[in-house]
């Protein structure tokens, strides 16, 4: 039995560099405001800071909690998209007709990370956290669903491994 798991997150460098000086900018822009006002607006202008304060701290929260766990075995591939999916979701081998691992342009095909695409129709929904590589699955039904992985050879493994339930089933 060969058992393939990933866990990723939004974690990039860049992502974290940015949202520090978004907060470096919005804790700035509070000081010159606060220091030209008079007096008794202080408080409205505190109150306000410390709103956006709490916006982008929930914001920041959110982002860096979203959590992309994909499983292979030999049951199907399990998915799980935390938050926004509570538990893994089960894709069986029966309802598939090919899934394979493939190199995808995130901005061009699906216009970033993240949850993208309406339906598994035409180029299908996409879970991804970062990279460009992915595993493809195309259902019975004519619907697609592309699941980002950083570990594309180790995928490819374990899928070669499960081709037969695949063949067995079409």
């Known amino acids: 039995?060969?058992?393939?798991?990933?866990?990723?997150?939004?974690?990039?460098?860049w992502l974290i560099l940015?949202?520090?000086?978004?907060?470096?900018?919005?804790?700035?822009?509070?000081?010159?405001?606060?220091h030209q006002i008079e007096i008794g607006a202080g408080t409205k202008t505190l109150t306000s800071f410390i709103i956006s304060?709490?916006?982008?701290?929930?914001?920041?929260?959110l982002i860096f909690s979203i959590k992309l766990t994909t499983r292979i075995d030999e049951t199907g591939i399990y998915y799980q998209f935390f938050p926004f999916?509570?538990?893994?979701?089960?894709?069986?081998?029966?309802?598939l007709n090919a899934c394979y691992v493939r190199k995808y342009?995130?901005?061009?095909?699906?216009g970033g990370w993240g949850i993208r695409g309406l339906?598994?129709?035409?180029?299908g929904i996409a879970f991804n956290t970062k990279g460009n590589m992915g595993i493809q699955l195309k259902f019975k039904d004519g619907?697609?669903?592309?699941?980002?992985?950083?570990?594309p050879e180790k995928?490819?493994?374990?899928?070669?491994?499960?081709?037969?339930?695949?063949?067995s089933d079409s």
């Open 119 to 123: 339906s598994r129709k035409g180029r």
């Open 143 to 151: 619907g697609r669903l592309l699941l980002g992985t950083q570990l």
């Open 1 to 13: 039995m060969k058992v393939f798991t990933e866990t990723q997150r939004f974690n990039q460098w």
């Open 105 to 110: 342009n995130p901005i061009l095909e699906y």
């Open 18 to 34: 940015l949202f520090i000086v978004v907060v470096l900018i919005v804790t700035y822009d509070f000081f010159i405001e606060y």
């Open 53 to 61: 304060l709490l916006i982008l701290g929930l914001v920041t929260i």
């Open 85 to 95: 999916h509570f538990s893994l979701k089960k894709v069986a081998w029966e309802e």
């Open 155 to 167: 995928a490819k493994l374990s899928l070669n491994n499960y081709q037969y339930k695949l063949k």
